[in-house]
C-alpha cells in the first residue's frame, strides 16, 4: 500500500509535514503548503520519491567505488 501521512507537524512556513511510504517503509519525507490542494501535495510526493531513489542509487554507486578490487 503506498500512503502519503501527515503527522500533524507544522513548521516554522507552516507547511504541514509527511511522511511518504510503501507499507510500513519510510520512502521520503516532505513538506506541504494544505492550502495547495492534493495535487500540489500527490507532485510533491512524486518529487519527494524521484529525490530518495536518486540518492539510493548514489550511495549505491559510491559502496561500489570502495569495493576491493
Not at 17 to 27: A, F, P, T, V
Not at 42 to 69: F, S
Request: proline share 1%.
Amino acid at each position: 500500500m503506498i500512503a502519503i501521512i501527515n503527522t500533524g507537524a507544522i513548521d516554522d512556513e507552516g507547511r504541514a509535514h509527511y511522511r511518504l511510504q510503501i507499507n510500513n517503509e519510510l520512502i521520503a519525507e516532505f513538506h506541504h503548503y494544505r492550502v495547495d490542494g492534493l495535487a500540489a501535495c500527490l507532485r510533491l510526493a512524486a518529487d519527494a520519491a524521484d529525490r530518495a531513489h536518486y540518492e539510493k542509487i548514489d550511495r549505491l554507486i559510491e559502496l561500489v567505488g570502495r569495493a576491493p578490487k
